[in-house]
């Protein structure tokens, strides 16, 4: 059975304000003191690193630019290191450091242990449903092509890959 048209502007919806939802009660700052776009940023490197900068800003889905400042700020961070690509000297390559792998552990155990407490009505099974459902919706939406803001153009998804 083909999915109903109001029923998929419904989940748009959902999906929509569950990402602003879980941004506000996940994403803010842990002890770090690192920005939650910084975190962001530093969650998918961990998951595509190393790669190239622009590759990075395409999963992101953000300008060249805008990255090349995150990307400066988590390098004097000690978070981020970047290297010129040996095979084209104009582009770099970057990956998380030591420091961004230890800032990441810790924040995954941060906002697992936040989710932990809301979840606490929850049983396990209801856990593992939502979960199932939520990587089978991923799955479907990393299969559709998405335009990239610096081209405009579309391109397969490759975003966050975990």
Not at 138 to 143: G, L, N
Request: net charge negative; glycine share 6%.
């Amino acid at each position: 059975m083909t999915v109903q048209t109001a029923t998929a502007e419904d989940l748009v919806e959902e999906v929509f304000l569950f990402g602003r939802t879980l941004r506000g009660v996940l994403g803010g700052s842990d002890e770090s003191g690192v920005a939650p776009a910084l975190i962001g940023v530093l969650h998918v490197l961990a998951a595509n690193a190393p790669c190239r900068q622009n590759e990075l800003a395409v999963r992101l889905c953000v300008s060249q630019s805008s990255l090349s400042r995150q990307i400066a700020e988590l390098v004097d961070a000690g978070l981020v290191e970047r290297h010129a690509d040996p095979a084209d000297g104009r582009a770099s390559i970057v990956q998380l450091s030591e420091a961004g792998h230890e800032l990441l552990a810790n924040n995954k155990e941060f906002r697992a242990a936040r989710l932990l407490t809301m979840l606490a009505e929850w049983s396990q099974d209801e856990a593992e449903d939502a979960l199932t459902a939520l990587r089978h919706l991923k799955q479907t939406f990393s299969t559709i092509p998405v335009r990239t803001p610096a081209t405009g153009h579309s391109t397969p998804q490759r975003g966050y890959r975990a």
